[in-house]
Every structure is written in structure tokens, then in C-alpha cells.
């Protein structure tokens, strides 16, 4: 396993405490090598052989592109997509709360993560903030924000209250069980009442009225870490799916190392957990309207570059469980360390096809990269990816992979280094096909 991959891996984790600032992290390795910002107003983008840019919509959603040395509909597009967003829980518009002497935040939940793991962890939260402007109050501007100090908590019951906990699990309700303890409460609901807001505007430095909004994740502040006897694992939040958008990143950065025909483009969406159906998600124009600008003038141009295009969607996969092997198919069964997944399902909840397949395969022989492989067993119902969508919407021959983990959709996750540097190289390999 490669320390140096790891190391950078697990500060892109670290960088990106919620979808916005992943969004951030990513733009800010970019331009560091070299891409430059394209506006999606703009009436015409001036792109030729070899330009390197990208565009960002809505904050949180980026795709990224080198032009190949030859025209798309000459050559086609080579395209990785994966998502930002993990899921979490939300700081809600409202939040205040009094409850027999603690003051609380009430939360939303994004997603579908595993509650119960947030209990009796020190949370920090990260986001944006929209403000007023100082000289236009109708303008509006938008602000990051991420406070990584321990500020609230969801304290679990004492067994001596739930004397079952052990056998039942920690069950949580969602709508009475979530407002995290983040104070003393003063006694009187109207004190309270504007609290958050005013907190926010002191971490801005910021007069309270010029804070209108905002949309903060709750994050776990314990670092990500490597782990196991021989440094094989990483331990860390949000590796579902951080571990993929860096493992398509730096395929990106490292085929800059050679020269391509072939116009080569990485997208990194939001909104992936809830569904992909929104502004900034894969279901909505922003690939489409991207690679439309990049094929040529010709309303032709863009089929054309389909049709000599394909796509990877990069997913985190399920291991098997060591504890849980009955969770898996018997025949398919990925585990921590033995490479990248390729993921099959016949109701098409991944892209996989036969010719894909074939594709992917002779990518990982001819990079000497281990393959495995996942299918869903038949009685549970299969997870999906944003390969199907962008598929679907662009008509565009396509695949899914991913890296192995454990304990997906855990606050807290677990994973090979090694796996996720091998799904890279895999990815490279894709896009120097």
C-alpha cells in the first residue's frame, strides 16, 4: 500500500467536513495544477486541444475536463463520475430547543445514515451560511463555515434506563431522540430563540441580522486514521463516497502525465444520498449541458461524442462482513484487501453491462490491478449509484466500480488503502483507454 496515496486520501477526507467543502478541496487541487474556472453563464466557453477547466454548480457539485488532442465527436468523452454528499445529520432552520435544562439543536437527518452510531460523539458542524450583503441588503452572498470544536452532542440512555440496550441495540427515535445537548438551558424558550443564529454570526464575524439561512452538517471531529496490524486499514467518516471522488481526482491530476485523444472529464455530484433528482444532482442538466458546450457548435456534436464515449460510475462497495458473511451472495463476495469491485445487478441498479464488463475487466488485467466482483443477493434489495442516471440521461455506455469498506454509512467507516489506491490507478487506466 502506498502511504504517500493514503495519506493524501485521508487529508481530502479531513478537508471535507460536508459537500461544499469537498467541493472547495477539489477546485483548490485544480487550480493548482493548472485548470481554470468556466462560467456556466457565459454565452460561449473558449476551449481548444488540451485545455484544462471545470465548473461548479450550486457549490457543491463540480465537473472537471481536459480536452483531448482531438475533437469529441471525432473521439468521445472518457467520464468518471462519483458524489461529494455522505450521509449525516442536518442543523435544522429552526433549531432551538429547551429541554428540562439543556439547551439543543434540533436536527434533520440526510440520507440514510446509521443514527445510532452518532450517539456519544463530540460533533463540530460544516456548511454554508447565506448573509446578506454589507452595502445591498437583497444581495445575497454565501459563506462556508466549519466549526471543529466539540459544540453539541447526542448522549445515549443510561443502561440502568434501557436495560435491553445490549440486546435490542440502541434504537433512537428519529424526530425525539436526535436534538443534540449544546448548552445549559436559560430557562425561557425566548431567550433561546435566535441563539443559533447569533452563534453563527460570531464564528462569521458577522452582525446577526446579516445571517439568513444556512445548511450545516453535523461531523464527528476524531480524525481519520490508519489503522490495523500492519497499517493496512483506514478508519474515517464520510469514506462512502470520498473515497471514490479522490480516487477520480487523482486519475484526473495523474493522466495529465500523458497526452489524450480523448477529451477527458471527472464529475463529482451532490445530492447522490437523497436521490440524485435535484438542481445540482446527476438526474438534473448539469452533465448534459457541460458536455454539450464541450462536443462543438454542430447540434450534432454531441451525439456523435456519445457514441464514442463510455463512463465509470466510482461507488464505495460492500465487503463482506466477517461477523455477517450471510449479508452477501456466496459467489460474489469483495473483501478488504483484494482490489477494486465491479458491480453487476440485472434490474439495472448499477450500469454494468456485458460489454462493459468485458471493458473494465481487460482494463484490470492489463494494469495488473486485482478485480472482484458484487452482486446483491436475490432476497435484499440492491443499493444504486449515479451511474444508471447519468447513463440513462446521456445514453452513454457505462459501468460501475468501486472500493471495498466496511461499515458504510457508519459515522465512522473502514476501509483498505490499498483498495482505494488500486480503484485509482483503474480509473487512470480508464481514462487513458
Known amino acids: 500500500m502506498s502511504a504517500h496515496y493514503t495519506d493524501k486520501l485521508l487529508n481530502f477526507i479531513s478537508a471535507g467536513p460536508s459537500p461544499w467543502h469537498a467541493c472547495a478541496e477539489v477546485e483548490r487541487q485544480l487550480l493548482a495544477e493548472g485548470f481554470t474556472a468556466f462560467d456556466e ?28 488532442d482531438k475533437p469529441p465527436a471525432e473521439t468521445g468523452f472518457r467520464v468518471l463520475s462519483a458524489h461529494l454528499d455522505s450521509p449525516c445529520l442536518r442543523v435544522t432552520p429552526l433549531p432551538e430547543r429547551q429541554l428540562f435544562g439543556c439547551a439543543s439543536l434540533a436536527l434533520d437527518i440526510y440520507g440514510s445514515p446509521i443514527i445510532a452510531t452518532w450517539a456519544d460523539r463530540d460533533l463540530g458542524f460544516s ?3 447565506s448573509v446578506s450583503s454589507e452595502q445591498q441588503p437583497l444581495e445575497i452572498e454565501t459563506l462556508l463555515l466549519s466549526v471543529n ?69 453535523l461531523h464527528d471531529l476524531q480524525a481519520p486514521v490508519v489503522s490495523g496490524r500492519d497499517d493496512e486499514f483506514i478508519h474515517a467518516p464520510r469514506i462512502d463516497n470520498l473515497g471514490c471522488s479522490y480516487a477520480a481526482l487523482s486519475a484526473l491530476l495523474r493522466s495529465l502525465e500523458e497526452p489524450s485523444e480523448t477529451t477527458q472529464v471527472i464529475a463529482l455530484y451532490d445530492h447522490e444520498e437523497i436521490g440524485s433528482t435535484t438542481d445540482r444532482g446527476a438526474g438534473s442538466s448539469f452533465t448534459r449541458d457541460v458536455l454539450t458546450r464541450l462536443a462543438g457548435t454542430n447540434p450534432r456534436d454531441l451525439s456523435r461524442a456519445i457514441h464514442h464515449s463510455a463512463a465509470l ?28 469491485v465491479l458491480k453487476t445487478n440485472s434490474s439495472w441498479r448499477y450500469a454494468t453491462d456485458a460489454t462493459t464488463m468485458g471493458l473494465v475487466r481487460a482494463l484490470a488485467a492489463s494494469a495488473n490491478i486485482p478485480l472482484q466482483e458484487f452482486v446483491c443477493r436475490r432476497d435484499m434489495r440492491c443499493g444504486s449509484t449515479v451511474g444508471p442516471i447519468v447513463a440513462a440521461d446521456l445514453g452513454i455506455k457505462s459501468a460501475d466500480v468501486g472500493a471495498p469498506m466496511l461499515s458504510m454509512h457508519s459515522i465512522r467507516e473502514m476501509s483498505s488503502g490499498q483498495d482505494c489506491e488500486q480503484l485509482s490507478r483503474l480509473l487512470t487506466s480508464f481514462l487513458s483507454w
Open 313 to 340: 460510475s466510482a461507488d464505495m462497495a460492500h465487503a463482506v462482513h466477517p461477523n455477517h458473511p450471510e449479508k452477501h451472495d456466496g459467489h460474489h463476495n469483495p473483501i478488504l484487501g483484494g482490489g477494486p
Open 127 to 129: 456548511g454554508r451560511v
Open 41 to 68: 453563464a457565459a454565452e460561449k466557453w473558449h476551449s481548444s486541444a488540451g485545455t484544462r477547466g471545470y465548473t461548479i454548480r450550486s457549490g457543491s457539485s463540480i465537473i472537471a475536463f481536459r480536452m483531448g
Open 149 to 217: 470544536r466539540p459544540i453539541c452532542r447526542i448522549s445515549s440512555l443510561a443502561i440502568h434506563l434501557n436495560r435491553k440496550v445490549n440486546e435490542d441495540g440502541l434504537k433512537l427515535h428519529k424526530h425525539a431522540h436526535l436534538p443534540a445537548i449544546w448548552g445549559l438551558g436559560s430557562g425561557s424558550r425566548n431567550v433561546e430563540e435566535g441563539r443559533f443564529r447569533d452563534f453563527l454570526a460570531a464564528e462569521l464575524d458577522l452582525p446577526s441580522e446579516r445571517v439568513l439561512g444556512w445548511e450545516l452538517c
